[in-house]
């Protein structure tokens, strides 16, 4: 079989590249280097292993289970995955099911009496309501209807519930800006993405920011995007682009002097919607997007063309991350806000 590029399999599957990326980094699946060859490529034992993944993960199976099914080769270990996943899945039918149920009951009443207050002092209503509430089913401590539903539509689209709308203060920010690959020709898994928070790394432990600025804050962003992308389109391939770049920040004090090749910059804050995703599913910029085109209330502010048009990814943990930082770059359990530039579409007066 040919080798593909990363750019092949992230299209063939429907997979971004950061998400192939970070397969790699918790050990589901590896590439290789050609010779000579900038791109990382992927054998055919490499393709059969993420088409699982693929498969496990559109069942639902968590990623940590994956690993352990993929990694031990036990039908025991699948069997008791599919057998936890299944649980939850009983679970949740079992929850719509009551929902759906106790609607009906709503809407009959409602469609023979046609009054709505009388619902709610109707005691023959409560009562079967009251039969039919979700203690009466067998969940895990914790589990609440808000979950139950976020499950349900997670797949399809974001709510309101789910989109915070935060306002970004202005702030002094070292920047780490690559464009293309290694000038250096290196050829060994670099690209901007991962040079730049190289650089930023080194930057924040040289300067011990985490003592000296404990309120800091990490943001990151294509720049220049190269081609072909769009926040509708899972399958970007940008990082693959000789013309695309990638931009870190950390917010820093004023007068913090920033050596090169970094620089000194100032952003100049505003109002976004903010989704927060663990890392690895950036995927669901495609969801943010499309709920900003579904609002009723705020549409897209552009702002930097040169900077993603003002879209970012804020990394909220990285207090916690560079506190405990080690020699080598670990994902485990960091997690991003999707954040896009926005506007009121119109004002109360």
Known sequence: MELLTISNVSKEFGVSTRTLRYYEEIGLITSTRKEDFAYRVYTEDAILRLRQIVVLRKLRIPLKQIADILQSGNVVVAI???????????DEITALSVIRDATSVFLAKLNLENDWTALLDDGSLLEVVDALTIPKINFKE?????????????????????????????????????????PNGAKDDFYPAAETGRLLREFIMETNLVAVKPDFRKFGFNSPTGYDWHPNDATNDVDMCEDHGYEHWVTIPDDMEVPAPMTKKHFPG??????????????????????????????????????????????????????????????T???FDLLIPIKWKFFCT
């Open 333 to 335: 359990g960091i997690q």
């Open 270 to 331: 505003g109002l976004y919607a903010a989704h927060m995703i663990p890392y690895g599913e950036f995927g669901e910029w495609e969801l943010l997007w499309k709920w900003l085109e579904r609002s009723t209330q705020y549409e897209f502010n552009p702002g930097d063309p040169d900077c993603m048009d003002g879209l970012m990814e804020e990394h909220t943990n990285a207090f916690t991350h560079y506190s405990n930082l080690k020699s080598k770059f670990d994902p």
């Open 142 to 182: 914790g589990k609440t209807m808000s979950e139950l539903n976020q499950a349900n539509e997670q797949l399809n689209q974001l709510t309101d519930k789910q989109v915070r709308i935060v306002y970004l203060p202005p702030a002094t920010v070292a920047s780490a800006h690559i464009i293309g690959f290694n």
């Open 80 to 90: 008791e995955s599919f057998e936890r996943s299944l649980a939850e899945i009983e």
